[in-house]
């Protein structure tokens, strides 16, 4: 028996992935499509919930699963801990999984695992984050986790260091972190995180210049994992091995 998936936000563009992903993956079937005019009630009858659906809506979206019994996997942007913890109780309570992907790339879970990795060795960092001008959110939620895991990396030492914090060009702090955000044409999705100490920098760059190919591995391996998930899980790191656990 396949796994009846509920997707919200199956028209957009990551939702058009998705969708071309569970049509092709064994174990898997497109139970119902929600856009933006849509009733969460056609959640009903599902058994697994994909949302891709906008920022401003996410959180019913993982409310109205929970509340049905319904795991949940949410690629929507702008998932930060903070935001997390808002529903982690009701996950908890229902007893049900739900599994957030700032990003579905690999190579940008590398990066963020290497930027992580990095960050208790040098006590300068910024990162520099580019979106196509559609995109209706800022900083991305892969800029967010990326802040998130070099922040976590640092516990045991001073915050990354970050002067003149208070002017509004230095960008919006996350998790002490200055992060720039650029939505323009020309540019699909690329993140650039500079690390810097006395006498040197490190750049980690990832772009994505085809996001159907670079998301379809990922959701592969994400939808088996939100399927069987209890609890909160936040990224593909918690999924495969690349030498780095985050907290969730």
Known sequence: MSTQVALVGGSGKLGGVIRAVIDELDGFEVYSVLTSGSDLSELDGAQLVVDA?????????????????LNV???TSGWSQERIALVRPLVEAAGTGAVFIPNFSLGSVIGSALAAAAAPFFEFAEIVEAHR????????????????????????????????????ARGQQVSGIPVH?????????????????????????????????????????????ARDAQGVTIGLESMIDIGIRARS
């Open 181 to 225: 955000s650029l939505r323009r044409a020309g540019v699909i999705a690329r993140q650039e995180v500079i690390l810097s100490a006395a006498g040197e920098s490190l750049s980690i760059v990832h772009d994505t210049v085809d996001p159907a190919a670079a998301y379809a591995p990922g959701i592969r391996v994400a939808l088996p994992f």
């Open 133 to 168: 001008d559609t995109k209706i959110d800022s900083p991305s939620g892969t800029a967010v986790r990326t802040a998130e895991l070099m922040a976590s990396a640092r516990l045991e030492q001073a915050p990354i260091r970050a002067p003149h914090a208070d002017q509004r």
């Open 53 to 69: 659906s906008t920022p401003a809506s996410s959180v019913e979206v993982v409310r109205a699963a929970t509340e049905r019994g």
């Open 73 to 75: 996997l949410v690629g």
